[in-house]
Nanobody, 123 residues
Framework: QVQLVESGGGLVQAGGSLRLSCADS????????MGWFRQAPGKEREFVAA????????YYADSVKGRFTISRDNAKNTVYLQMNSLKPEDTAVYYC????????????????WGQGTQVTVSS
């Protein structure tokens, strides 16, 4: 059973930084590709970043490329999202997700989801 819990969200000014964490209580974390998604008010859930099971490859939405970095520590069953140069349009609830297989740029293939953490960026 996979259980994902996000943490690290909060309020930050434009140009600032936050680091999100997603911890899995299970013992198969290293077998999963991991992704971060976000959902802003009135919008659909959108892809942010993803990482392969090995951590060798990472993928980013164009809107965050160069500003966000996804990483993982399989020994700690944790994936991170370092967010720099934050913009007001980054404001959303951020969700961690996991799936067996390759990373995906849409939410549907992901099997397991955390409950989200709020990120608010002031202008």
């Amino acid at each position: 059973q996979v259980q994902l819990v996000e943490s690290g969200g909060g309020l930050v000014q434009a140009g600032g930084s936050l680091r999100l964490s997603c911890a899995d209580s299970g013992d198969t974390f290293s077998s999963y590709a991991m992704g971060w998604f976000r959902q802003a008010p009135g919008k659909e859930r959108e892809f942010v970043a993803a990482i392969t099971w090995s951590g060798d490859n990472t993928y980013y939405a164009d809107s965050v490329k160069g500003r966000f970095t996804i990483s993982r520590d399989n020994a700690k069953n944790t994936v991170y999202l370092q967010m720099n140069s934050l913009k007001p349009e980054d404001t959303a609830v951020y969700y961690c997700a996991a799936r067996l297989g390759v990373p995906a740029g849409n939410p549907d293939p992901y099997e397991f989801w955390g409950q989200g953490t709020q990120v608010t960026v002031s202008s």
